[in-house]
């Protein structure tokens, strides 16, 4: 006997950034009601009649239909999707999910738009088979996430196994975050996990803004739960996102273009206008580009790229195929983009297109959703080209690398977006010696080194800001977990200057949330810190932290101390 019929339907949760306040994908949720006829009934009848897989994969397949169908009244349709599947279903091969790949097709969407979440029960499974289909389901375009850490029998074995891009921290941990030690302690542990895999780290079950607080203190980037949706615990939600709650956090570099300043007003006509319709408004105005396919809440459903489209039209045939047909027959999926988002995060969207299409103009949507205007792709390119070439201009001559208005601008960004974070400031112990002894040859040699040592440490990380201040001084911005690894980096290295022994000196401050106001105050903070770390004889690093007299020596002759900075 198959499993029960139960009537599926899903709701949408958005996966929210806390550092641009912007939904960043979303994920299905699965209702059909309680007890008898709840998902979690159909999927147990499912497994114990051999359907399990084929329950599950039918469930994602519908879930996709439901979001392609309804995603325009949202705003949210071009998102990333994530799709809930089982250990067990995935574990019975990349053969099973045919059908889903069947169904992207037809909405129009590709796997790698997609995340699938992989979730417990993970012991009834052998890890040998989940991770060949983990690697065949990547094969095919689809991105991995895992769910459920921290309550899940997942095996750490399988964690730095699997290849997954994601991995979601159950709402348990997230709710006991918050004056617990030990939680904040696995989720300090993950996130330091994933930034040497480069996966997303997310925190689910945010139901407060005591959650949320908590979840930006210790550095997470990506959250969801009740808060954002305004759902309470455990109640239905409407599919219906709302702004995260950190909108005016939202802080871009000032050298740094972004998208509204590229903004051009859009060729707009209602969603439901004839190919003829278009046709006469590309006439009409010969700057027009594009025209851009708009609903009754001016949220964007099509664009037209005039040269494609005029192509099609004038062809043999062409007026008589299409002249009053809808002309979303002749019409493409928009580009889209925030406002708010960077010229760079711009240029992703149009590199992640077809190649036919990185031309075309890119939609400008608010919050909203609703169309803004357009951008067009080579007024981006030249902006970007032109604060490349300003910022090339202040670059050190010697390292390469850009001054010190680099980083404090960083540590200012994260002081606004009340980020945790840790500044550092590295330099050569007696350098003017070393310039006396070895020769001025042998010390810009050394800068050089000590300058391609902290790139390449900060290639293999995320959230590293480099800066050269000038002679022999490195300032350093990062996030909390990443200052370790810059530290071996400089630390267990043997330097010298045309033979001659150096030793340097790291100087580190861990701010947490609005423990300091400016950059200003992070220099004041860094200078006796400085100071201190010359003290220790031999490569040194200590560390401090703001409204605290008291520093760690971490590393140095004479072992780990904690001393006042004026000692």
């Given at each position: 006997?198959?499993?029960?019929?139960?009537?599926?339907?899903?709701?949408?949760?958005?996966?929210?950034?806390?550092?641009?306040?912007?939904?960043?994908?979303l994920?299905?949720?699965?209702?059909?009601?309680?007890?008898?006829?709840?998902?979690?009934?159909?999927?147990?009848?499912?497994?114990r009649?051999?359907r399990?897989?084929e329950?599950?994969?039918?469930?994602?397949?519908?879930?996709?239909?439901?979001?392609?169908?309804?995603?325009?009244?949202?705003?949210?349709?071009?998102?990333?999707?994530?799709?809930?599947?089982?250990?067990?279903?995935?574990?019975?091969?990349?053969?099973r999910?045919?059908p889903?790949l069947?169904?992207?097709?037809?909405?129009g969407?590709?796997?790698?738009?997609?995340?699938?979440?992989?979730?417990?029960p993970?012991?009834?499974?052998?890890?040998?088979?989940?991770?060949?289909?983990?690697?065949?389901?990547t094969?095919?375009?689809?991105?991995?996430?895992?769910?459920?850490?921290?309550?899940?029998?997942?095996?750490?074995?399988?964690?730095?196994?699997?290849?997954?891009?994601?991995?979601?921290?159950?709402?348990?941990?997230?709710?006991?975050?918050?004056g617990?030690?030990?939680?904040?302690?696995?989720?300090?542990?993950?996130?330091?996990?994933?930034?040497?895999?480069?996966?997303?780290?997310?925190?689910?079950?945010?139901?407060?803004?005591?959650?949320?607080?908590?979840?930006?203190?210790?550095?997470?980037?990506?959250?969801?739960?009740?808060?954002?949706?305004g759902?309470?615990?455990?109640g239905?939600?409407?599919?219906?996102?709302?702004?995260?709650p950190?909108?005016?956090?939202?802080?871009?570099?000032?050298?740094?273009?972004?998208?509204?300043?590229?903004?051009?007003?859009?060729?707009?006509?209602?969603?439901?206008?004839?190919?003829?319709?278009?046709?006469?408004?590309?006439?009409?105005?010969?700057?027009?580009?594009?025209?851009?396919?708009?609903?009754?809440?001016?949220?964007?459903?099509?664009?037209?790229?005039?040269?494609?489209?005029?192509?099609?039209?004038?062809?043999?045939?062409?007026?008589?195929?299409?002249?009053?047909?809808?002309?979303?027959?002749?019409?493409?999926?928009?580009?889209?983009?925030?406002?708010?988002?960077?010229?760079?995060?711009?240029?992703?969207?149009?590199?992640?297109?077809?190649?036919?299409?990185?031309?075309?103009?890119?939609?400008?949507?608010?919050?909203?959703?609703?169309?803004?205007?357009?951008?067009?792709?080579?007024?981006?390119?030249?902006?970007?080209?032109?604060?490349?070439?300003?910022?090339?201009?202040?670059?050190?001559?010697?390292?390469?690398?850009?001054?010190?208005?680099?980083?404090?601008?960083d540590?200012?960004?994260?002081?606004?977006?009340?980020?945790?974070?840790?500044?550092?400031?590295?330099?050569?112990?007696?350098?003017?010696?070393?310039?006396?002894?070895?020769?001025?040859?042998?010390?810009?040699?050394?800068?050089?080194?000590?300058?391609?040592?902290?790139?390449?440490?900060?290639?293999?990380?995320?959230?590293?800001?480099?800066?050269?201040?000038?002679?022999?001084?490195?300032?350093?911005?990062c996030?909390?977990?990443?200052?370790?690894?810059?530290?071996?980096?400089?630390?267990?290295?043997s330097?010298s200057?045309?033979?001659?022994?150096?030793?340097?000196?790291?100087?580190?401050?861990?701010?947490?949330?609005?423990?300091?106001?400016?950059?200003?105050?992070?220099?004041?903070?860094?200078?006796?810190?400085?100071?201190?770390?010359?003290?220790?004889?031999?490569?040194?690093w200590?560390?401090?932290?703001p409204?605290?007299?008291?520093?760690?020596?971490?590393?140095?002759?004479?072992?780990?101390?904690?001393?006042?900075?004026?000692?």
């Amino acid at each position: 006997m198959g499993p029960t019929q139960i009537a599926v339907s899903f709701a949408f949760q958005p996966l929210y950034s806390l550092h641009t306040g912007g939904a960043v994908a979303l994920e299905a949720l699965a209702r059909a009601g309680t007890g008898e006829h709840s998902v979690a009934r159909l999927l147990d009848e499912a497994a114990r009649a051999g359907r399990l897989a084929e329950t599950d994969v039918a469930l994602a397949a519908h879930a996709v239909r439901q979001e392609a169908e309804g995603g325009a009244e949202t705003g949210e349709a071009l998102l990333p999707l994530h799709l809930n599947l089982t250990a067990a279903s995935v574990a019975e091969g990349a053969a099973r999910f045919t059908p889903l790949l069947d169904v992207l097709d037809e909405v129009g969407r590709r796997p790698r738009e997609v995340v699938l979440e992989i979730g417990p029960p993970f012991s009834r499974v052998r890890p040998a088979d989940l991770l060949d289909s983990m690697a065949a389901l990547t094969d095919l375009g689809f991105r991995l996430a895992l769910d459920g850490l921290g309550r899940s029998d997942l095996p750490l074995a399988l964690l730095a196994a699997a290849p997954v891009s994601t991995l979601k921290v159950d709402g348990t941990l997230t709710a006991h975050a918050a004056g617990n030690t030990a939680s904040a302690a696995v989720f300090e542990s993950l996130l330091h996990f994933a930034s040497r895999t480069g996966a997303r780290l997310v925190a689910t079950g945010v139901e407060n803004t005591a959650h949320f607080e908590v979840v930006r203190g210790l550095g997470i980037r990506v959250a969801q739960g009740p808060l954002f949706t305004g759902t309470e615990p455990g109640g239905r939600l409407d599919g219906v996102t709302t702004p995260l709650p950190v909108t005016g956090d939202r802080v871009a570099s000032p050298a740094a273009p972004r998208v509204k300043d590229f903004l051009k007003p859009a060729t707009t006509l209602p969603a439901s206008a004839t190919c003829e319709d278009v046709r006469e408004a590309l006439a009409a105005s010969e700057r027009a580009t594009g025209i851009v396919g708009v609903d009754q809440h001016d949220r964007p459903l099509w664009s037209v790229d005039r040269a494609r489209f005029l192509l099609a039209f004038t062809g043999p045939y062409g007026h008589a195929l299409h002249a009053k047909r809808s002309a979303d027959r002749l019409a493409d999926t928009p580009h889209t983009i925030d406002a708010e988002a960077s010229a760079l995060e711009l240029l992703d969207v149009v590199a992640d297109a077809d190649w036919d299409r990185t031309g075309d103009d890119v939609v400008v949507v608010d919050r909203r959703g609703r169309c803004l205007g357009v951008v067009l792709v080579t007024e981006v390119v030249r902006g970007v080209a032109e604060a490349k070439v300003e910022e090339a201009t202040a670059l050190s001559p010697l390292t390469r690398l850009p001054g010190t208005d680099t980083v404090a601008r960083d540590i200012d960004r994260r002081i606004a977006a009340r980020e945790p974070f840790v500044t550092a400031w590295l330099d050569v112990d007696a350098f003017k010696s070393v310039n006396d002894k070895a020769g001025f040859a042998a010390g810009d040699d050394l800068i050089r080194e000590l300058g391609r040592t902290l790139s390449e440490a900060a290639a293999r990380l995320h959230r590293v800001t480099i800066s050269h201040v000038g002679g022999d001084d490195f300032l350093v911005a990062c996030d909390v977990d990443e200052i370790a690894t810059l530290a071996a980096a400089v630390l267990d290295t043997s330097w010298s200057a045309d033979g001659l022994p150096v030793s340097v000196s790291l100087a580190t401050l861990v701010c947490m949330t609005a423990s300091v106001g400016s950059y200003r105050d992070v220099s004041k903070l860094l200078a006796p810190l400085k100071k201190r770390a010359k003290q220790v004889p031999g490569s040194s690093w200590v560390l401090g932290r703001p409204g605290s007299d008291r520093v760690e020596v971490l590393r140095g002759k004479g072992g780990r101390d904690v001393r006042s900075v004026g000692a």
